[in-house]
């Protein structure tokens, strides 16, 4: 694993702490086999995918709530600070690594209770351990008419965890952040709360109505270091009479530019129901094959010769769109309607994929795909068919083949929805912007990042999502051999003078990495700055819980 010496976030271990007390009442309180400091478990918390390895001092495995309030106890005591994390999958911003060194890792992979589904209002009560496929099997093997919304990280990653990033999947209820009601959280000082009317006993509201009465404090339990989130309610989708996914294909990146004002007006005016994720050329190039180091050896970013050859012999774009329409029939045949009329003056090819059709085309591959001029059939079948799963409550892993850009082995071909993409080296960096639904913007931010991923010779992966009716989250993705250690650095280094240049646009990250936070304290004011110090010492006055996450601070070698 590359050397991180350059980072600006090195270690809070607290020279006070008392592990060893601390690790005598883990494991009285836990068992032995919760508790690791084995060689083999810190070093498989330490994986990172993106050169932030950081080597924890122990592994917590808690299996309930209560559990959690002991532990934090402990820590408090013993002054051991903990990081708290879901399922360790938070890919390209930090995977399963804390902050610092030193920190004991609390994983809350064991919590996996589904504590209740209402079917009749369209709710669950999920503990942090559930992932997104582990919901999406349960709704569908009792039969319950909801979906779950998806994002593209695969089966195995936790819901709490990414919506405590403040994360988005691609449905109707792809804002997560606006999806979930009613918090249960341990806070540093071993307390527990109840947000929302769940401080009431008896309360008959608390999944269905996030706000209660008085203060909302829910958000200030995402990206923070305040507590540790035992408990969410989370709405669910109701499955439609009438699904259509579509694909909408732009030749050139004008193309893309005179949709977006168009784009927009769908957006705002509720036509386009889903999050529609639109990615460049190179994001659907990285899905199908690694980069061709045959033909520009030396080099990590492809020149414009080999990019052009690369797209015509795919058969794709410059950009392409994706999302999905949900209703009646009545509803979805209107809106694919409109989708179609205000692309019709812009140079797009606007694909509608029914499930009718989708199943038509697996079959085709089946009875013909082995034939020459088929051959490339399968992989848009394949695709398609991710997508159309991703959209109806089907989490997949094939999008994560995008990550193996510049893996020396490329794709492995036992690759499979719980492959472990730190356990493979890879080397991923994403930058994750908010930027106004405007082309504008769009054009401009593009322009910059294009030319700093050229500066540092990486080809700029780029993905736009209609995060809501005004903004798009976009995310810029840095793709390096993480085996090797010049390109590695050249990466940090991009990533670094990316963040700076993103706020000295006006575009700040919506989401951190683990590397990112540290470069959040230069750009944190002083009064926002002074807020939070204040409410952490009002939650956890000992800085228990995860020092250094979101909370804009340095380490002191810096």
Same mark, same amino acid.
């Given at each position: 694993?590359a ?7 090195v ?11 601390a ?8 068992g ?16 990172s ?6 080597r924890?001092?122990?592994?917590l495995?808690?299996g ?8 934090v106890?402990?820590a ?6 903990? +990081? ?6 938070n890919?390209?911003?930090?995977d ?14 064991r919590?996996n ?9 369209? +709710? ?12 999406s ?6 039969g319950m ?8 990280? %695969? #089966? ?6 990414n ?9 109707p209820?792809g804002n997560? !952040?606006?999806? !979930? ?17 769940g401080? !009431?006993p008896g ?13 909302y ?10 507590? =540790? ?8 989708q ?7 996914? +579509?694909i &909408? ?6 193309d ?11 957006r ?5 129901q ?15 094959? #690694?980069?061709?180091?045959?033909q520009?050896?030396g080099?990590?970013?492809?020149t ?10 795919a058969?794709i774009?410059?950009?392409s769109m ?7 029939s ?8 409109l ?6 003056r812009?140079?797009?090819? &606007? ?7 989708l ?5 085709f591959?089946r ?8 051959? %490339? ?5 394949? =695709?398609?068919?991710a ?9 997949t ?10 893996h020396?082995?490329g ?8 492959t ?35 500066? !540092? ?6 993905t736009?999502n ?11 993705? =840095?793709?390096?051999d ?5 390109e590695?650095q050249r ?12 706020f000295? @646009? ?8 683990v590397?990112g936070?540290?470069? @959040?304290a ?14 952490k010492?009002?939650?956890?006055p ?6 250094g ?7 002191p070698?810096?």
């Amino acid at each position: 694993m590359a050397n991180d010496n350059a980072s600006p976030l090195v270690s809070a271990f607290d020279p006070r702490s008392d592990l060893p007390t601390a690790l005598g009442e883990w494991r009285a309180l836990l068992g032995d086999v919760n508790v690791r400091t084995d060689d083999q478990a810190l070093e498989h918390y330490a994986r990172s995918t993106s050169s932030s390895s950081r080597r924890p001092a122990a592994i917590l495995k808690p299996g309930t709530r209560d559990e959690v309030v002991q532990l934090v106890k402990i820590a408090r005591r013993c002054r051991t600070p903990l +990081y708290p994390i879901s399922a360790g999958q938070n890919w390209g911003y930090g995977d399963a690594c804390a902050v610092y060194d030193g920190q004991v890792i609390v994983d809350l992979g064991r919590m996996n209770r589904i504590a209740h589904v209402d079917t009749e209002l369209g +709710y669950a009560v999920i503990e942090p351990g559930v992932t997104q496929g582990q919901l999406s099997r349960h709704l569908a093997e009792h039969g319950m008419p909801y979906w779950v919304d998806c994002t593209g990280a %695969g #089966p195995n990653s936790s819901l709490i965890g990414n919506i405590l990033e403040r994360g988005f999947g691609h449905s109707p209820y792809g804002n997560r !952040f606006q999806t !979930f009601s009613g918090m249960e959280v341990v806070l540093g000082t071993g307390e527990v709360l109840h947000t929302g009317f769940g401080h !009431f006993p008896g309360a008959k509201t608390t999944h269905l109505y996030p706000y209660g009465i008085g203060p909302y404090l829910d958000g200030i339990f995402t990206q923070s270091n305040f507590g =540790i989130v035992t408990r969410i309610g989370l709405w669910l989708q109701p499955i439609p009479e009438s699904f259509c996914p +579509y694909i &909408v294909l732009f030749d050139a990146d004008q193309d893309l530019l005179e949709a977006i004002p168009q784009l927009q007006k769908l957006r705002l005016n509720r036509i386009l129901q889903s999050v529609p994720h639109i990615g460049n050329d190179l994001r659907a190039l990285a899905s199908d094959a #690694p980069f061709p180091r045959e033909q520009l050896p030396g080099h990590a970013r492809l020149t414009p010769e080999v990019r052009a050859a690369l797209r015509k012999g795919a058969g794709i774009g410059a950009w392409s769109m994706s999302g999905a329409f949900y209703g009646t029939s009545r509803q979805v045949g209107l809106h694919k309607a409109l989708l179609k009329k205000a692309l019709a003056r812009v140079n797009a090819k &606007v694909i509608f994929l029914p499930r009718h059709i989708l199943a038509a085309g697996r079959l085709f591959v089946r009875l013909f795909g082995h034939l020459a001029p088929f051959r %490339g059939f399968e992989k848009k079948i394949r =695709i398609g068919s991710a997508l159309a799963d991703m959209h109806s409550g089907k989490p997949t892993g094939a999008f994560l083949r995008g990550c193996y850009w510049r893996h020396r082995q490329g794709v492995p071909a036992d690759f499979s929805d719980d492959t472990d993409l730190a356990r493979e080296r890879i080397g991923l960096m994403w930058m994750a912007p908010i930027i106004p639904f405007r082309r504008e913007d769009l054009a401009l931010l593009n322009k910059e990042m294009d030319a700093l991923f050229a500066r !540092f010779d990486f080809d700029c992966h780029v993905t736009v999502n209609m995060i809501n009716e005004r903004a798009l989250a976009a995310v810029y993705t =840095i793709d390096y051999d993480a085996e090797d250690e010049a390109e590695t650095q050249r990466g940090i280094a991009c990533y670094e003078a990316g963040v700076r240049r993103l706020f000295e @646009l006006g575009y700040p990250l919506y989401r951190a990495s683990v590397r990112g936070m540290g470069l @959040l304290a230069s750009e944190i004011d002083e009064s926002f700055g002074g807020a939070v110090e204040r409410l952490k010492a009002a939650l956890d006055p000992d800085a228990i819980i995860a020092p250094g996450r979101y909370d804009g601070r340095r380490s002191p070698r810096d």
